[in-house]
Structure formats: structure tokens, C-alpha cells
Antibody
Framework: EVQLVQSGAEVKKPGESLRISCKAS????????IGWVRQMPGKGLEWMGI????????RYSPSFQGRVTISADKSIATAYLQWSSLEVSDTAMYFC???????????????WGQGTLVTVSS | DIVMTQSPDSLAVSLGERATINCKSS????????????LAWYQQKPGHPPRLLIY???ARESGVPDRFRGSGSGTDFTLTITSLQAEDVAVYYC?????????FGPGTSVAIK
């Protein structure tokens, strides 16, 4: 059974750094792209970026490029999303998702983590 | 970036009636070599992560009831719930996965009338 288990809720202050995680199981981690989606309070889904864990090839949305870093540790089947300096506007729910992958091409997101709520407040 | 739009923003449908949601992409997402439309539909219920319903514009994900039907090609797509059930109350999103960034539509909220 494919499972993505995300780290717990975080409360941070502006300017602080943060890394949240997504632990995958039930499939061969390096064979599927895995990505992150933001959902601000009461709003829709925003695609942030994806990573191919086997070679760490990463694609970012221009909206998030330079603001976050996506990484993966294939030895422990875990993907990460990190910020070096949080802003109040980063307050949101963050979902990780596995992407169906064919011929190294990322496709639709077929399995999702439960979400990690990040609250940034002074 | 490919821009995805959806209509309506929300709709209320009686139990057992049909619900229709439209999605439009700003450019063609039909890949001609394989004749596939790179379009997915997701359902999100309050307090839950999204759930994949439809991929390749019309292929139903395993376990999804057959009352959920995806159709369309090129730039215009439709998700139809043929007989609305109480458990279908949710927000529905389309997403293109033709080019990164894999953009989502703004969502359509479905309620019971």
C-alpha cells in the first residue's frame, strides 16, 4: 500500500527557517517524481515543484523558485520542503504527492500525504 | 505557464441529479504522438487532501465510482457527476500535467440543493 506520511504541524516566527518532510512507503521511491502543493487558508491548490529522487532533478514553479528548496533523501525514502527565511504569507497547508511516472515523465498526482500545516506569526 | 480556468465557481445540485463542471486550458494539452490529453481531476473534501478522480482527461482512477465521468480534448474539458450523492459534496479541481508548472484550476465547489 502506497503511503505518504508528512511531518507534524509547525508554528514559526518570520525570518526563521523550516524543513518539513514526507516519508514514502509501499513503492520504489526512486521511480516516481514527488512534489509539493500549497493551499493557503480557504484557497485553492498551488503547484510548487517536483523532484525525481533518483537523480534529484527538480522543477519549480516560477512562483516559488528561489523561495523554497525541494530535496529528497533516497536512502530513507523521504522528500523535503524547506524555507531559509519564512514570511507570514507562507502560512498554509502543504501537501506532498507522488506523481505517476512513465518513461521518467511526471504525470498526475495519484497519492497524497495528509498535509502539514505551517503557521508563521510574530 | 498554462492557465487553467473553471466554471462555475460553485453549484448546487439536487441529490440524484447531474452536476457538470467545466475546465479550460490556455493552450492545447493534447499530445498528438500518443493522442492523450494531459488533464486530471481531483476531489477535495474539507479537512482532507485532494484525491485523484480522473487522469488522461477521461480515465477513472481505481476505486472511483462510475458516476464520475471525464470528457473533452484539446483545451476544453468537463467533469460530470451523473447522479449526485451526499458524499460528493467537495471542491473539484482540474490540473494540466502537459508542461511544468503543473497548474491547477481555481476549483469548483459542489453542494446539495
Amino acid at each position: 500500500e502506497v503511503q505518504l506520511v508528512q511531518s507534524g504541524a509547525e508554528v514559526k516566527k518570520p525570518g526563521e527557517s523550516l524543513r518539513i518532510s514526507c516519508k514514502a512507503s509501499g513503492y520504489t521511491f526512486i521511480r516516481n517524481w514527488i512534489g509539493w502543493v500549497r493551499q493557503m487558508p480557504g484557497k485553492g491548490l498551488e503547484w510548487m515543484g517536483i523532484i525525481y529522487p533518483d537523480d534529484s532533478d527538480t522543477r519549480y514553479s516560477p512562483s516559488f523558485q528561489g523561495r523554497v528548496t525541494i530535496s529528497a533523501d533516497k536512502s530513507i525514502a523521504t522528500a523535503y520542503l524547506q524555507w531559509s527565511s519564512l514570511e507570514v504569507s507562507d502560512t498554509a497547508m502543504y501537501f506532498c504527492a507522488r506523481l505517476d511516472t512513465t518513461g521518467f515523465r511526471p504525470l498526475s498526482s495519484d497519492f497524497w500525504g495528509q498535509g502539514t500545516l505551517v503557521t508563521v506569526s510574530s | 505557464d498554462i492557465v487553467m480556468t473553471q466554471s462555475p465557481d460553485s453549484l448546487a445540485v439536487s441529490l440524484g441529479e447531474r452536476a457538470t463542471i467545466n475546465c479550460k486550458s490556455s493552450q492545447n494539452i493534447l499530445y498528438n504522438p500518443n493522442k492523450k490529453n494531459y488533464l486530471a481531476w481531483y476531489q477535495q473534501k474539507p479537512g482532507h487532501p485532494p484525491r485523484l478522480l480522473i487522469y488522461w482527461a477521461s480515465a477513472r482512477e481505481s476505486g472511483v465510482p462510475d458516476r464520475f465521468r471525464g470528457s473533452g480534448s484539446g483545451t476544453d474539458f468537463t467533469l460530470t457527476i451523473t447522479s449526485l450523492q451526499a458524499e460528493d459534496v467537495a471542491v473539484y479541481y482540474c490540473q494540466q500535467y502537459y508542461n511544468t508548472p503543473f497548474t491547477f484550476g481555481p476549483g469548483t465547489s459542489v453542494a446539495i440543493k
